[in-house]
């Protein structure tokens, strides 16, 4: 049932969007190669597709929000542990290179992310939909401040800002 007219069904961007995203933060640690980037990256990219491939609801983009979730919460996400496996990458390498906290929002023209629990919520990815969907969490975090955060390699937030804060 392809509609020929209104929303986009293709969720192409968005998961190049979140795919990149999980390579750049294995890039950042310099353990994997271009060459395992490459692979990892094709086998995440047809696993989210066929994840998501019943759970892609344009006209109504926060439909099916938690199934399309990526979470990695001191537990890994299936997803991300099985196309890593396909370069050789242990559970336990995943633990080192990846954040201990990650949420990974991949939703119809939208895609963002928060690590740690108490981290700002960022957008990576943003497309108009054919209807305003109201305030954006974009306006909560400059993406400079995203990508500094994510050129620190932190986790979660600094400790220190929550000490400056109290007396």
Partial sequence: QSQRRGPRPDMAPEIAAAVGFVSSLLRTRGCVSEQQLQV???ALREALAEHYKHHWFPEKPFKG???RC???NHKMDPIISKAASQIGLSLPQLY???PSELTLWVDPYEV???IG???SICVL???TATKAAGPKAASS????TCKNQLMLGRSSPSKNYIMTVSS
């Fill in 40 to 42: 990892f990256s094709g």
């Fill in 65 to 67: 929000s938690g199934y």
């Fill in 70 to 72: 990526i979470r990695i």
């Fill in 96 to 98: 080192q290179l990846l």
């Fill in 112 to 114: 963002s992310y928060r």
């Fill in 117 to 119: 629990e108490d981290g």
């Fill in 125 to 127: 990815y943003e497309a």
């Fill in 141 to 144: 975090c400059g993406m400079l």
